[in-house]
């Protein structure tokens, strides 16, 4: 498809346990984010991987959080040991820079809405 | 820590008004940008300012970046029912991580008809 899908759209866990999350990225993007989005805390980046990497560089927080990226267009999210704080929607973004400005664009899926009971 | 603070943080308007969106900023930013996401979705980019002092227009829709980069206005002519939704800004530090972009916390905007 022509834009970024993620899956599930919603999922709902019980804590302690282990979830991942999907995204399938845009041919050719180099660079993939994923984002936490929460109404008190907005929208922060979790990790993201470039092109040539099962590595990822983690943000806020780290540990439980981990992206896998077995493909250059997939990505999947792990979160360890969920625990309630963790309720939130997770965007997946892929980037490409922008020609004329210079700046690196986003194109975000539609999220995977997790709750953790 | 590189913050962005929107506001207002909600806004509810009547059709037709006008409204105008502020994204502050300590910190100075390589370029910032708008996005607007509607529930259920993600944010889809309206526009990327990198000048200092730049302004951009999308038909109702004025940006500005301010001249020192630390700042940035969305305004809106005219709102429309189609205009609801949250509305992020989100800045590029300089340097710093491969394009790491931090963003607001979102204006909630509800235009009624």
């Known amino acids: 498809g022509a834009g970024v899908s993620q899956s599930p759209r919603y999922k709902v866990a019980k804590r302690g346990r282990d979830v991942a999350l999907r995204c399938d990225s845009i041919s050719g993007h180099v660079t993939l984010y994923w984002y936490r989005q929460t109404l008190g805390q907005g929208s922060e980046v979790l990790t993201y991987s470039q092109s040539d990497a099962q590595r990822d560089k983690s943000g806020r927080p780290s540990g439980r959080f981990s992206a896998e990226r077995p493909e250059r267009s997939v990505s999947t999210l792990k979160i360890q040991r969920t625990e309630q704080g963790d309720s939130a929607v997770y965007l997946c973004a892929s980037s490409l820079r922008d020609r004329s400005s210079g700046a690196n664009v986003l194109t975000f899926g539609a999220g995977s809405r997790l709750t953790v009971l | 820590t590189q913050l962005l603070e929107q506001s207002p943080q909600f806004l509810s308007i009547q059709e037709g008004e006008n409204l105008t969106v502020y994204c502050n900023s300590s910190s100075v930013f390589s370029s910032l940008q708008w996005y607007r996401q509607e529930p259920g979705e993600g944010p889809v980019l309206l526009v990327t300012?990198?000048?200092?002092?730049e302004v951009k227009k999308l038909k109702r829709l004025t940006f500005q970046f301010g001249d020192a980069r630390k700042d940035s206005s969305l305004h809106i002519t005219a709102a429309q029912p189609g205009d609801t939704g949250l509305y992020l800004c989100a800045g590029r530090n300089y340097g710093g991580s491969q394009g790491n972009l931090i963003f607001g916390k979102g204006t909630k905007l509800s235009v009624k008809p």
């Open positions: 300012v990198v000048t200092g002092g």
